[in-house]
Each structure stands twice: as C-alpha cells, then as structure tokens.
C-alpha cells in the first residue's frame, strides 16, 4: 500500500508584489526630495512603485510538505528533500485542536514542525494518513500551550487528562468513510447543479482602480514636465504617487478576494473553477465520499495554504485524498445538498456526532443522580435543582446565565445553558431534568431569564397564520370587511444613515483641501481657493448622499410575505408567503439577515442592516415565522413531556 499526503502550495506563475505598501511610502519620501533634473525625480518615483513587481519576479516558487511512508518530508520547489523526519524514529504525532500545531515526538526528543494549515496539510487528511501509515496521532483540544513546561501540573499532583473532543470528531468522520466507501451511488437528480459566487461590482472596481492610477501618473508627469518642483509641488506629487501606488495594491486585492468562484455538480463529474487559483475536474467514478467542512485551501490574496471554514475534501475507494476544492463563499448548506441530490457521499463534521438520550449527563453535577425525586425548579433568583420535598439542594444564580436554549434531538425536547462567558456548562434532555418545556419556557419568561425558543415560536406564528386563513376561507366575503393591518416599512436605523452623510461629506472635503492645494497657485492662492472649495464640496457631498438616500432600498412586511422596495416604490424582489420558511440572522460564515425558503435554502440575503428589533416585532405582527426553518419536517408542535 503506498499511501502518500501531498501539502498544497502556491499555484505557480502569480505576479506578486514584495512590500508594496513601504515601498509605496517610500515614493512619498522620494518626492519630497529636492532631486535635479525633473526627469531624474520623476524616474526616482515611478521606480519606487515598480520595484516590488520587479522583486516579484524573482521570488522562487515555495516548496511544500509530503507525508508518505518515509516519513514527514519538506520539498523544494524542484522535490528534492531539504527536512527529513523519518518513519521509524517518529514515535507519536501530537496536533492541537485550535492553532493546528503539529508536534512531533521522536526518540531524541520533542519538535514542533510548525502549523498543519502552513505547511498546507488539514487535520482531517492529516490524521487518516498518519494512522494509516501506523503512526499514534492524537489531536488535543486547546493550544499549542498545553505542552508548555510553565502550564503542566506539580510533581506531587495528579497529571490532567487531555481533552479529546476534536479527535472524536475526527473519528466519526474516519468511520463514515469508512462505511461509504464501496457504497452505491444513487443520483437523486441528473441535472446538472450550478453554483457560484456574486463578484459584486469588481469589474467596476477594477476599471475605477485602473482610471486612478493613470490619472496619479499623470499629475507626476504633469508636476515633472512643468520644472518647478518647488516644495508644494513636490508634496503634490508625492501624494499623487502615494494615491496610484494605494489604488494599484486595492484593485489587486479587491481582484483576488472577489475572484469568481464556481461549481458544476453532475452525476458524471465535478469542475469547479477559481478565477486565481486554478481548476478543477474529477470523475464521479473516482470519488468515495466529499467531506464538507472545515480545511486548508489557498488564499487567493497571499496565494498560500490557510485554514478555511469551507472546504471540501474528496476521498477514493482506498481512502486516497483525490482533491481539496474551494468553497469560500459558496452556502455550505445548499453546497452540501447539491452534492447528495447528485449521488455523492456527503459528510459533514457534526454528522457523525450523535447525540443518544443520555448525552449530557455526564457534566451534570453528582447530586443530579443521588437526590431522589430530585427536579429542576424555576424562581427569582435562578435556576435550581430541588429534591422532592421543594428544598433546593444546588442552585445556579441568574447573575451567571448567560442564556439558555430550548430545542429538540431525536423527537426529544432538550435544555442547554451558558455561562455569563458564553461557554455550554449543561446539556441534557427534559425528561431527565423532569420538567416540561412548557413549565420551563413560561416560568422562565416570568422571572425574565434569558430563553430561546426558536421552534415554539414559529410554530405559534405559523398557526396563528393558518387559523386566520382558515376563518376568512370559512367566513367568506364579508359586507363590513375589516381593513388588514397595514405593511411595515422598515428601513436602516439613523445612526447609519447620518453616518453615511458623514462619511460622504467628509470624502469631498478632503479632496476640496487637496485640490485647493494643487491648484492654490493658478487660481490665487490656498485660502481663496478654499474658501470656494470647501461649501462647494460640502454641498456636492450631502447633494450625493441625499440622493442616493432618496431610492435607498427598504423591507415592506406585511401578510402576504417581505418585498425589498426603494423609496421612490420600485420592488427590487418579493418572496410571498407560501415560498417563505423563515426570516433571521444567518451565522455560517457572517452575521447577515436572510430569507429561507420551507425546505431551508437561502432565497434572498439582504444587504442594507434594518432594525432587527423592529423586523422581528413586525414578522410576528403580520404571522411571518422568524428564524431558520427546520427543513424536510412539518410544522408540528414542540415535543412536551
């Protein structure tokens, strides 16, 4: 069996700039210079900014880290071998779960090799490797310090356990690769899936770069050709080169990071494409399970192997790495469906975590178990557990909850707590605390403790819904119609629509300043120029801001679902009550607000930040469910005791 883990690297052939940003200042301090002839200051500037992209060309292709049966080796861009550690003398692999340090124990001692997404490999091929390979590999929760000297416990105190919850996690996944591996495929769909990512504006941005950059070397020449290069003028200049060396590094940049990412999902094949990174294809035939989750991908921007929160792996029937793809970007969600419904394996991180009814009961504190008829009880000053004559026994003040959380596991109503830090200390099913989540909820809210009810309350505003439906389809028209509650107009709070007048203003004041100093010696001088300069600038500033103001899109919510329309009426898209699964906050890759269709798909992400407080008040004044939907189920009641 000849097993072998190849590290990413830096895809070959990418201009990229060396210290762009000091040589940038540098410029500024080239210009400031009083340098004679004006030819020779103008080479001297325009120099400076060239330089990195010059230093870029000479920068040698890295190498990068292969984990095979001789062991842990790091090529050269050329493969020949410049770190060795070998097979034999590795005794152990250690990687800390939060930074990703690899350590290494050998005969001679301990080595930290440096960090797994560095050196272009991720925890999960990592560790099915070395395993394979016959290498103890244990992955520890924490960081890089629990192996520290100052942190380990007294001679005369017991040794800690380490926390193994990640290599658990990592476990799971193995084993569920190992299930599916010479599984059948069944395609659901044989169409083929497309996904991509929204380059918003980059065209534009990248030609509005580019005008910047010409117009900044053109005031260089400008201020060259006329010969004066009096101490203003060189300032001016100097400037200028600063603005086109800025502008050249923001298009770059805003190039790479918004660089097209897309997916062609069929029964037969996969491609995907990353407009700087490179492509994609592998036959469908040749791929075991795709493991969608966290992972190593190259950064566009730096072109170098970084931790990522969406990556999916592909493994072959020997359980041989076939590819690391991108997905940054892309909805994990829908990424994930789109590979199933194609007859792909799919496995997730928390798939393989099951969680039976007796998940949590073990961090229940001891007393849980020996006080008979023992019970979790509700009053003013927190949460308590009380034996069966009412006396409560161990009690957890309501200064240290930071919130609690009603939902459901396998058909079970379940309870988790946070700490005041944030951090779950309790997670255990209902009927093992013998309380109902509706005496828990209510006796909660009473004494106004922090709880969430996701599922109860869509379920109350989804039959809330359908009751009303169901009297006016009964009742039929009526001669007195009762007029319906009006829509609500939603719009962005004003503490942002001020600071947007702000900022715009602001924006044109400063280049009223900087064009009252360029042209202060045509036009009669620095103040009179300003003086004309700056109300002009401020009246072009708040007149732009006013105007963009004036047809800035809103939310309208009313009964029959949420539209995002201008101020001037025009509906940019509407999603109706029968296609809406839900309106919330979206935390997979950033808190953003989205609209969810029934079975969980994102339809529409709002752009524009409204009054969530507002939003929410209204989505239940007009029956329209807040949160997530709980997709492929219906809307049944929660489960009670």
């Given at each position: ?87 034999s003398r590795v005794e152990e692999f250690a990687v800390t779960a939060e930074d990703g340090m690899l350590t290494i124990f050998h005969r001679f001692g301990v080595t930290v090799a440096g960090s797994l997404p560095e050196m272009g490999f991720d925890p999960l091929t990592f560790y099915i490797t070395a395993r394979r390979l016959g290498i103890t590999t244990h992955v520890i929760d924490g960081d890089r310090s629990v192996f520290e000297d100052d942190n380990l416990p007294p001679d005369d105190e017991a040794p800690r356990a380490l926390g193994r919850r990640a290599e658990e996690r990592l476990r799971d996944q193995e084993a569920a690769l190992l299930a599916v591996a010479h599984e059948p495929r069944v395609a659901v769909r044989t169409d083929a899936g497309r996904l991509a990512t929204t380059a918003t504006a980059w065209r534009r941005t990248t030609a509005l770069g580019v005008l910047l950059t010409l117009i900044a070397l053109t005031m260089v020449a400008r ?419």
């Open positions: 069996m000849n097993l072998e883990l190849i590290g990413l690297r830096a895809p070959a052939r990418r201009l990229r700039p060396v210290a762009a940003g000091p040589f940038a200042l540098v410029s500024l301090v080239v210009a400031l210079l009083p340098i004679r002839p004006p030819g020779l200051w103008l080479a001297a500037v325009v120099v400076c900014n060239v330089v990195p992209w010059l230093l870029g060309l000479r920068e040698s292709r890295p190498g990068r880290w292969r984990l095979s049966k001789n062991g842990l080796e790091r090529l050269a861009a050329d493969d020949t071998v410049l770190e060795a550690y070998e097979l201020t060259a050709v006329e010969g004066g290069l009096e101490f203003g003028s060189r300032m001016m200049g100097g400037l200028w080169a600063l603005a086109g060396g800025v502008a050249v590094l923001a298009v770059r940049r805003r190039r790479l990071k918004g660089a097209p990412l897309t997916w062609n999902i069929t029964p037969s094949e996969l491609r995907v494409r990353h407009a700087t990174v490179g492509e994609w294809r592998v036959r469908a035939d040749a791929v075991a399970a795709a493991v969608v989750g966290p992972g190593t991908a190259i950064d566009p921007l730096s072109g170098r192997p970084a931790a990522d929160q969406t990556v999916v792996t592909l493994f072959g029937h020997r359980l041989e790495v076939l590819a690391r793809l991108p997905a940054r970007g892309l909805d994990a969600f829908q990424l994930t469906h789109a590979l199933d419904e194609r007859g792909y394996h799919v496995i997730t991180p928390d798939q393989g975590a099951l969680r039976p009814s007796e998940y949590g009961l073990a961090g229940l504190p001891e007393i849980f178990s020996r006080v008979p008829g023992g019970r979790l009880v509700v009053d003013d000053d927190g949460i308590g557990w009380a034996d069966g004559a009412g006396d409560v026994i161990l009690r957890m003040p309501r200064d240290r909850i930071g919130g609690m959380e009603l939902l459901t596991v396998d058909g079970h109503a379940w309870l988790r707590m946070y700490d005041d830090e944030g951090d779950e200390f309790l997670a255990a099913p209902l009927s093992m605390l013998r309380i109902s989540r509706t005496d828990l909820r209510d006796a909660a809210r009473r004494v106004q403790l922090p709880i969430t009810d996701a599922e109860y309350d869509a379920y109350v505003n989804a039959a809330f819904h359908g009751s009303m439906t169901h009297l006016e389809l009964v009742a039929g028209p009526s001669p007195e119609k009762p007029k319906p509650l009006p829509a609500a107009q939603l719009d962005v709070p004003p503490r942002t629509r001020a600071l947007a007048y702000g900022v715009t203003a602001t924006l044109c004041e400063l280049v009223a300043v900087l064009g009252s100093l360029w042209l202060r010696v045509d036009l009669g001088g620095f103040w009179t120029v300003l003086a004309w300069a700056a109300p002009s600038g401020l009246a072009l500033g708040l007149a732009g801001a006013w105007l963009y103001d004036r047809n800035r899109p809103q939310l309208r919510v009313s009964a029959s679902g949420i539209a995002s329309v201008t101020r001037l009426g025009r509906t940019e898209w509407s999603v109706t009550r029968q296609a809406l699964g839900g309106v919330g906050i979206d935390e997979a890759e950033a808190p953003r607000l989205v609209v969810w269709s029934p079975a969980g798909r994102v339809l529409r992400r709002v752009s524009f930040p409204p009054d969530l407080t507002e939003l929410r008040r209204a989505c239940e004044r007009h029956g329209l469910p807040w949160g997530p939907p709980d997709a492929g189920h219906g809307a049944a009641p929660p489960p009670e005791l």
